[in-house]
């Protein structure tokens, strides 16, 4: 009885998590169609949805992948086991809502084995993680995702800009528009034929805990339909706030360029999932908005965004790693069950105070769009510098004013 | 579990060779299409569609390799 209370609640905060990875990837597919307009945002994000369910129930191969070569949990005891999965996701969940409060576009996948990770070296100490396996599955990916999508970006940006640089702008805005949804749209497919499957994979896992079901077994339909309507969920309530950064914030878009890096990440993505890379579609999509930004000479990346995004996806691992453990410790203290419902009883507390705080400065689709504005002193940075350069042009360093105000005078005086 | 560096670099290559190629190659056929469609020599129209037509096919074609590549084909 105790054991299936358990099983229970770590498929109900899986779910959760599908939900938080759902709404906190919106922005990967559809950021740079709502920024240009080329979609308005709530049907940009139902067809998102839409295209996650469909996504999520086209392959099953990364969730048989999921937490093998990263953690290794055999000979744990079936409770034990399922704990560490909780623990994982509460950390995983928690580090989602909080990048998203902040608007910071970051990976879910890397906050699902941080927050495994953080639990099992709590569980099991050091020796339970395989570090081999994460530096290949999980490091190295991460460094190479935006090189990668940002050079393929940049490349696709580039050649199209030089193909259509006669295009007139009613031309230009029309014809993307049908290339932008289309590519948006795939997208999403890729979205949802990868990330829905990790949480099948965390589902699966706890099930084979429990004994319900057998290593060998095929996934079930209820979880697949269960994980895929929790995606879809999520990616229709939007994560505006990611949204407004990645369409707005990092480089203002135009529609070529909008198409070129959702073509980019969409094939990226559909590729590495084939081959079993696992590029984190957040950090793909990232890098092809940044390449793109670059490949245009009439728009500037904003580094500032781009610095803080960088910190994020920097910490992601070992900040989701260390609630995972704090939750594990906590859940010590009380049982596997009461700890269980300890944990779940946090998160739920966390989550609700981090959207109260966001109510504070609502981001949603009537303001998803408007213009990026930079905080107070970044700009007055900016606006220094360019009056630095303005007096530069009109008086160089070289030549301070004073002497050349008294000079004047002087020969004013002589003469 | 030691890193398989031979293995990473070949994934890594793939995935670089076909993002190139159809994350560059299609955004820059339907740049070309686009661009016929607004031009007025004769023949573009039909040339324009076709070549949008063409980058439909190939997004759905990477789809298909992609998603049913193993039962259909083995790769």
């Not at chain 1, 940002?150 to 014809?175: H, I, P, Y």
Request: some cysteine; overall charge positive.
């Amino acid at each position: 009885m105790q054991e299936l209370a358990i099983l229970a609640i770590v498929v109900i905060v899986a779910l959760a998590f599908d939900f938080t990875n759902g709404f906190h990837d919106t922005a990967n597919a559809m950021a740079p169609s709502v920024a240009t307009g080329a979609l308005k945002p709530k049907p940009a994000v139902a067809l998102s949805a839409v295209l996650n369910l469909v996504g999520a129930f086209l392959s099953i191969e990364v969730a048989k992948t999921v937490g093998s070569g990263i953690v290794d949990l055999t000979g744990v005891d079936g409770e034990s086991l399922m704990l560490i999965v909780l623990c994982g996701l509460t950390g995983a969940i928690v580090w989602n809502v909080l990048t998203w409060l902040f608007g910071l576009p970051s990976s879910s996948s890397h906050a699902l084995f941080g927050g495994l990770i953080g639990a099992t070296i709590a569980a099991l100490g050091v020796t339970g993680v395989l570090w081999g396996g994460v530096a290949q599955k999980i490091l190295i990916p991460a460094l190479l995702a935006p090189v990668i999508a940002g050079l393929v970006a940049f490349c696709g940006t580039w050649l199209v800009q030089r193909v259509t640089a006669n295009l007139s702008e009613r031309g230009e805005k029309r014809g993307f528009r049908m290339g932008q949804i289309g590519a948006a749209s795939l997208m999403s497919l890729a979205h949802g034929t990868n990330d829905a499957q990790k949480t099948m994979g965390v589902i699966f896992l706890a099930l084979v805990a429990h004994g319900s079901l057998d290593p060998d077994a095929d996934m079930p339909l209820w979880v697949r339909v269960v994980c895929a309507v929790a995606i879809a969920a999520g990616t229709y309530m939007g994560g505006w706030r990611v949204i407004r950064t990645l369409g707005k914030g990092i480089v203002d878009i135009s529609p070529r360029q909008g198409m070129s890096a959702d073509f980019s990440s969409a094939s990226i993505i559909l590729t590495s999932s084939h081959l079993g890379l696992p590029l984190s579609t957040t950090h793909v999509a990232s890098g092809s908005v940044i390449g793109s930004g670059l490949a245009r000479t009439d728009a500037k990346v904003r580094w500032s965004v781009a610095r803080r995004m960088l910190i994020a996806w920097l910490i992601t691992l070992p900040a989701s790693g260390a609630i995972g453990a704090l939750c594990f410790v906590i859940a010590g203290l009380f049982g596997h069950l009461w700890g269980s419902i300890v944990v779940t009883a946090l998160l739920i507390a966390a989550c609700a105070a981090m959207w109260l705080r966001s109510r504070m400065s609502h981001v949603g689709s009537h303001n998803v769009t408007e213009e990026w504005e930079q905080p107070k002193k970044e700009r007055k940075r900016e606006i220094d510098r360019e009056l630095s350069a303005v007096a530069s042009h009109v008086a160089p360093v070289s030549r301070p004013r004073k002497r050349k105000k008294r000079k004047h005078r002087r020969e004013g005086g002589t003469a | 579990m030691g890193i398989d560096f031979g293995a990473l670099a070949i994934a890594i290559a793939s995935v670089l060779g076909v993002g190139l190629l159809l994350g560059a190659g299609i955004p820059l056929i339907y740049g070309v299409g686009i661009r016929s469609l607004e031009s007025e020599r004769p023949g573009s129209t039909l040339l324009g569609r076709s070549l949008l037509g063409l980058c439909v096919l190939l997004a759905l074609a990477g789809i298909v390799v992609i998603v049913f590549g193993k039962q259909l084909f083995g790769i």
